[in-house]
């Protein structure tokens, strides 16, 4: 279990995060959802400890971290054992096949004998629709195949999270249906998913909880069928104006 107590985040003076508390259940999907600019990257960032809030503090199992009195490198790593990271612009190695690029974190990092890797890593091509693409480079894939790419990498690690920030949002409806398939099944397996969307349809589809951030804060969190059928005015606002209801 991840949970975030009373967490605050400045960047030039204003607070990206304003006393956050909230809780990111094992074996679940929570969905960020809200403006652009309110917070959900940043929030998502910092359970990476690819930012790192002034104050608050961050429990992961038993490992407690107080963002106050500074994190450790030791403790960077064994959070980032457990935490993987989906970027929206994929972040392959451009150098490297699909191959190499899902085997590089296991071998050089997880310190995995490289025969076991390679089978692992074309198990997960298998996975997420791309047995064919082994040997392909990322500049001859899709920007939906290089995100499949990206999810199979980070499964190669053997997370206990995986978190991503806008996993779609460059890709156009098909390309980007081809991805949220692969996060729906990742989702029904039981992977711990904490996912960056501005797909409400999606969101409606694959979380367990949804998190309404604005300005920094956390407006709402609770069960998706809360969120989706709030009686708070803010929320169906939101909802209007994401699904253009209120186009007419």
Known sequence: MLRLENVNKTFGGNLALKDITTTFENNQTTVLVGPSGSGKSTMLRSLNLLEMPESGKYY????ELDFKKGISKKEILEVRRETEMVFQNYNLFPHLTVLKNIIEGPVHVLKEDKESATKRAYELLKKVGLADKADAYPQQLS???AQRVAIARSLAMNPRYILLDEPTSALDPELELEVLKVLLQLAKEKQSLIIVTHNLAFAQKVADKILFVEDGQILFQGPKD?????DNQRIKNFLSAMTLSNLD
């Open 143 to 145: 920007g939906g195949q």
């Open 60 to 63: 992961f199992d038993d490992l």
């Open 226 to 230: 809360d969120f989706f059928n709030s």
